[in-house]
């Protein structure tokens, strides 16, 4: 099939603000978004700038606004979009860089801030500190992050506040430490997410929740943590 991917680039080397530029190639319905730009790199316009890695929806690196709608391009296949013409931006709401690569810095600004690893320093057991199903089930679901920003990136909030707003990303970050029976710092974490940069800056617009490649419960986390502010930590 015909396929026109546009793209908007811009070069903080020649460019004083973003354009689009236009490249038809012929696609497979079956290929993924990232092949068809991979594509375009190698044969059309080898200037075009894009982060990858994995090419596996593993690395998270690939996060990029599709049709106007967040995704990872390596996610994406072309008879999944079923456009003619598929537009692709940077992610908003962070600094350009160039073309399709942002700063990710202030996202992982308040990555950093909400202390993104278990605190324990009760002695260690002979083997590992076991959990039951049902410990593991509170949290579990936030595990599969892979801090690709693509939920924070479409947050209004975020664009509104960020450098204000630690981000749905975060929270479900916080959120994956709070729920874990092992770790001891809920009360700490707790007050980091009540702080005005937090969870209340959410105004539960769902954006974070449509945009996440892993299928992540992300608005329904953000509210449990919101409710363990309010009315304290639900009984195990
Ligand atoms: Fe990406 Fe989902 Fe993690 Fe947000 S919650 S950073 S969209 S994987
Ligand atoms: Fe933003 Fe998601 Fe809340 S899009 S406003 S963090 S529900
Ligand atoms: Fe790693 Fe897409 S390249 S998630």
Redesign the pocket.
Known sequence: MELTLRIRRFNPETDTKPHWEEYTIDADPDQKLLDALLYVKDHLDGTLTLRKSCAQGIC?SD?MRINGQNGLACRVLIKQVNTPVISIEPLYGLPLIKDLVVDMEPFWKWYRAIMPWLVNDEPAPEKERLQSAEQLARYDDST?????????TSCPPFWANGNNYVG??SI?QAHRFIFDSRDRATAERLNIMGQAFGVWKCRTVYN?TE????G?R?TEHIGEVKRAISLGMPKE
């Open positions: 998270g996060a599969k992050c892979i801090l690709c920003a693509a939920c924070t749905p990303a479900v974070c945009a996440c490649p892993r992540i992300i």
